[in-house]
Each structure stands twice: as C-alpha cells, then as structure tokens.
C-alpha cells in the first residue's frame, strides 16, 4: 500500500505540485495533502480506508452532504439520457427558472462551467454596458484567476503568499483597483475622485476568501448608493455564499439588490457550473440577443442542471438554513470555550453554513486583520484535528463549511478532536 507522501509524488510526475487547485496541497498548514477516495453523508473517506467528518464540503458545494441519495438517483437517472447534447434542453429553463424564483436579484441567467468564467462574464458585460474601463475589488476578495482579477486576491494566494500572479499584463492590472473589505469611507473617496470611471464594483457580499467575514452594517448599503448614483454595475460574488447563507443568497439576507449576482458551487449540487444572474435589460446584451459574445460547449450540462435541481428542491425545505446555522453556532462557540480555557487568543465568525475560524484577538473585519491570525497555530490545530478524524479547510484564510448531514454526533465528534488541540 503505497503512503499520501508516494502518492503524492507520484502526482508529482504528471500535474504540477500533484495538485489541481493550489490550496489542496497544505503549503500554508505543511505536511502532506491526503488523497480522499469517496465521501458519505458528513464524512469523507481516504485512500487508505481512515474516516474524517468534512468542514470543507467540497469548498461548499456539498450542502446535503456527499453522495446524498436523491441527488445521486436524479444524476443516475440523467446519465442514462446521456451526458450531454450541445443543444437546449428543458432542464435549463426549469433550473434557470427556479434561481429567478429564488435570487432577488435575477430575472435572467446565463449558465457557465465555473465561477472564474461567469466572474469574466460579469467583467466583460459591465465594461461593455457603461463603456468604462475600470474595476473596483477588495482586497483578500477572490473572484477566480481570470487576469483582471488577481490583483491582490485571497484564498489560494494568500496561502501561497503570492501578492499578485505573474503573466498579468500591468497594463490589464491597472484597471483594477482595490479597496479593503468593509471600509465604506474608502469606497465614497474613491467614487468621489474616480466614479466617472468605473465600470463595476465586485464583491463578495459575504467575504469567504479570507475566512468567513460578514459585512458589516452599512457596508453593502454604501456599495449600492455609489455604484446607482456614478452608473456602475455592484457585481455580487455569490460563487460562495450563494444558497449558502440563505435561499436566495446574501442577497436577500442583507436585502441590497445588485446589478449581476455570481453563482456556482451549490448550484451544481458538486458538479461543475457557474452563472450569472441579473436584470432581463442587462443579460440580453450577452450574445445571441446582444453584441457582447460569450459562449460555453458544456454550459447548461444536462448532469449539472439536474444535481442543480435536485439540490434546490432540498435546501428550499422549511428550516434547512437555520439547522445550518444552528450547527455552527454551537461547534464555534464551543471552540471559543475550549481556546478560552486554554488561553489561545481566537475569534470566530459565522454566516448560515459559512464559518472561519481565526486564531487571534484583534477584531477580524477585513484581510488585512484576517492576516493577524496565529498561522503557526492554526497548522497545529489543523493537523491535531486532522489526526483525531475531522477535516477543516487546509489554510487559515478558508472558510468552513457545514452540510445538513453533520448531526450531534458529528458535533460531538469534532468537540473531542478538538478538545485535543486546544489544550494549554
């Protein structure tokens, strides 16, 4: 039986640090990434046949757990139609049909394959629509690798410690501009000197790249008010927190409406996908209906809009957000308990299912204040937990995830391991 350490050289040989995505491969917590082989309700399953209870959920796609049965019966029953057609299908309007219902903000949607491609989608349909050139980010934000938006981008990059990716065009990089997360006062100087200019503001409503930060009071509110009164686009990157923190999304748990909203992850029910979403006038300038092209062989899959539907129909069901939230609510604060006992600094915050863990007692409100985090102890925290069965997200500027299959055993469970690495 070969160890993680052959298989990941093995992977070595044939992909780039043995890795798909960057984070996957623990730079920011050491040792060596474990190769998973199935996954079951709230557990996962490694190569080597070890159980662990999963707060990363597929980066939070995995809302119903893994392999839930009605999703895996209604992607079963698809296969056997055929994976895919390269034409319309009636899956498409019916899932296209049920985010409208859901999202405040969207009355049409164009399906994509990631949340990096409708991130660009977004870019190129403001640009196009205000004829400006500029973007507006926040610091720590990710939106996806596109290259108008790794400019001081969190999550992956910021485990790596890579402030800004090479092969970015400066000239491409000067259009965007960045902003930190929460910071209303920034955004009105800014829009007071530049607001003629600005195409779009892009935001992840609910920050999840940097951990789980939540806006604060007011925040979001400044964001629409300048982007109405200078004409740009406000751009919600809901790839994250979409059907996560509350059916139709931060959207309607703050009731600020944008312009485009970003979806993925839970959409897809763990198959690939991405759209965006937004008014009838703004997404009919996508081709065919209008001049700004954008196109996709495997958008709208049939395996995807399928999972989408199955997966929609469950979290829709009375009291499934607040079952995840109330989970959360009792693992973070019975890990404030234990670090509080044994004297380590810690804060916690949590959205819905979303939740992000930070090793620290300063105020956690943006990245700037997420990189005040004991990385050193978070790694220990990590691997401790890692080792007694539970999997929290590689890298302390994740977020974590809860699904409606984690239970009081599972909470249980994870209070034990836990109970282990925070001791004095």
Not at 192 to 206: F, S
Request: aromatic share 8%.
């Amino acid at each position: 039986m070969q160890s993680m350490q052959q298989r990941l050289d093995e992977a070595r040989r044939y992909i780039p640090g043995g890795v798909n995505s960057p984070v996957r491969a623990f730079t920011r917590v050491g040792g060596t990434p474990v190769f998973m082989q199935s996954g079951q309700g709230p557990h996962l399953y490694d190569a080597d046949g070890n159980r662990y209870i999963d707060y990363v959920c597929s980066w939070g796609a995995m809302i119903t757990g893994h392999a839930d049965p009605h999703l895996v019966e209604q992607i079963r029953i698809q296969a056997g139609q055929g994976l895919g057609y390269g034409t319309p299908t009636e899956l498409e309007t019916r899932l296209a049909a049920r985010v409208c219902a859901l999202v405040p903000a969207a009355e049409q949607l164009r399906m994509v394959s990631s949340g990096t491609e409708a991130a660009m989608t977004a870019i190129r349909l403001a640009r196009a629509c205000t004829r400006r050139d500029t973007i507006v980010k926040f610091s720590g934000g990710y939106h996806g690798h596109s290259d108008s938006l790794l400019v001081k981008a969190g999550s992956g990059v910021a485990t790596l410690g890579i402030p800004d990716s090479p092969g970015v065009p400066e000239a491409l990089a000067a259009l965007t501009l960045t902003l930190p997360y929460n910071d209303a006062e920034a955004v009105r100087q800014l829009y007071a000197a530049q607001g003629e200019q600005i195409a779009a503001v892009l935001v992840e409503p609910v920050a999840g790249n940097m951990g789980c930060i939540p806006p604060r009071p007011g925040f979001l509110e400044c964001l629409r008010e300048q982007c109405s009164r200078y004409g740009s686009l406000l751009v919600f990157d809901e790839v994250m927190s979409g059907f996560r923190v509350a059916p139709g999304g931060a959207g309607e748990r703050y009731g600020i409406t944008p312009d485009l909203v970003l979806l993925g992850k839970v959409l897809g029910g763990g198959l690939p996908i991405g759209a965006v979403a937004g008014s009838a006038k703004l997404l009919e300038q996508l081709a065919p209906t209008g001049p700004v092209y954008q196109a996709g062989t495997l958008s709208g899959n049939p395996m995807a809009m399928t999972a989408g539907l199955a997966v929609l129909e469950q979290l829709t069901a009375p009291g499934f957000h607040a079952r995840l939230e109330h989970y959360a609510q009792q693992l973070c604060q019975e890990l404030a308990r234990l670090a509080a006992t044994a004297g380590i600094p810690f804060r916690y915050h949590i959205v819905g299912g979303m939740f992000g863990l930070f090793f620290t007692d300063q105020p956690v409100t943006d990245y700037a204040s997420a990189c005040t985090t004991d990385t050193a102890t978070f790694s220990r925290f990590f691997h401790t937990t890692l080792q007694h069965g539970v999997y929290f997200a590689p890298s302390p500027f994740e977020s974590c995830f809860v699904s409606s299959a984690h239970n009081d055993q599972t909470l249980e469970q994870t209070l034990t391991a836990a109970s282990k690495a925070l001791r004095p």
